[in-house]
């Protein structure tokens, strides 16, 4: 019967309906069963060790490094070993979350009556009234100007519909991709096509075709292709992939009985797995080096020159490393290189791990080198291979890069988000004496020496996923998503944290955002722009 309990695999509490519904998305019902162990049972957070600091797991590269990394770079990028991805799947609807809450309230938004609540301290109403004060500074602003239907400038509610909903330019449910971050000779410019400047300067290989991956939200294929034509250069050469989550990433959840949760029609609901769920979509690019770097974290063309150049030397010593670890693999199957593991470990303490290096000197005695000795310093050098660009943030605490301990008492260089350290004194400490951020900058090694690609899947640590308290349909579940992708997803990579300026990382987390100086340019205002 449809509605019979069933037990597959150890799975408990589902029907055949919906063991029909989880084949229909991918899914393997192991899968599910292992996502519902998870959610009843969470792992125990990670534990840090400390964080990573200058001299201590995060590298800073000198300018007398500068012209080595920057023709390692030159010679992938012309050989065609270089890929762009850009994680978009996000939507606006943050990015204009304050305004929102004003257009769906009921108050006064009379521009009178915004400053009043402005000024006894409300903080939406600040919002409102910095965006309507520099509306002219906006890079959107002639769009907006073209779909108002009021010419009340005391009245801020048809500006705000007409901005947000749908029957106006729509941008509260739009991918934070498609909307205007600049201006340029006079027209707007959106992260589609500043990061296809970007790949024009950074993978473009020796015949001019620049390869850029972005994954985009599902239906949303052919607004991003035809955002990426109209950005398009004569000339110029574009492989433009585009990929979507798959629903067989999704996950399941649990009610507040501790049953898998059910839509209004009995069905089991799937979420999105997060980005961790894009690791598959990583592991599908067929790629070899892949520079990451988020959809809205863009410069305008004339300010990107910070962001290029780190690019570019994360490229170089990423194909450094990958070179060098390399050759100490092909020392390793030499039987007859006796230095061999005392070289590799030294190089594996220098870059990837702490502590335990062989010794060295003169007086040194050479450590085991016999074969379980070589297949296991094998092991941990022949690993996919990232090297991610970090911020100072002083004593701004948040998600970054630390030493972790893992369960095999080994500590390894990792990112981990706020979300995954455990509420102790001492864990919060470590979090607090962090001194950096991770931008999601960086350079990836996807295949081995002999230009096969890595299995992904292999390097994820399962027991980081995310487990928060989210709601549907107005009653509260318990959610699960895929370790992040830049934390538990590459928990076995072999990492290295270099130090970038900030000029380097300029996000766009509020419209507001776009007001800052390195959104804007000299050329972007125009004295036909509407101020109110």
Known sequence: MAGERHREGGLTGLTEADLEQIRGRGIAPAEVERQLALLRDPPAPVLLDAPAT?????????????????GLWSEAARAGRLRKLVPASGAASRMFASLSRALESGDDLRLASVRERAAAGDATARDV???AEHLADFPFRDALAAVQSSDDEADLRPVLAALLEPDG?????????????HRRDGRAVTPVEEHLGEAALLVRDAAGTSRVHFTVPEGAEDAFRGAAARAAEPGAAVELELSTQSPATDTVALDGDGHPFRTAEG????????HGAL???????????VVVKNIDNVQPAERRQSAILWQRLLVGLLARLQRDAGALLDRLADESDAGACDAARAFLTRWFERGGGAPTGPTATPSSCDAVARREIAARLDRPLRVAGMVQVGKEPGGGPFWVRGRDGAASKQIVETAEIAPSPEQQAILRASTHFNPVLMALGLRDRRGRPYRLADFVDAARPFVTERTASGAKLLALEHPGLWNGSMSGWNTVFVEIPTAAFTPVKTVLDLLRPEHQSASARTTSARTI
């Open 169 to 181: 330019l729509g941008y509260a449910g739009m991918p934070k991709g498609l909307i205007p971050f």
């Open 54 to 70: 200058v001299g201590d797991g995060i590298e800073r590269l000198g300018p007398d490094e500068h012209a080595e990394l920057l």
């Open 267 to 274: 069905e089991l609901l799937f979420r999105p797995g997060g």
């Open 279 to 289: 690791l598959r979509n990583l592991g599908e690019l067929a790629a070899d080096l």
């Open 129 to 131: 009234l910095t965006f």
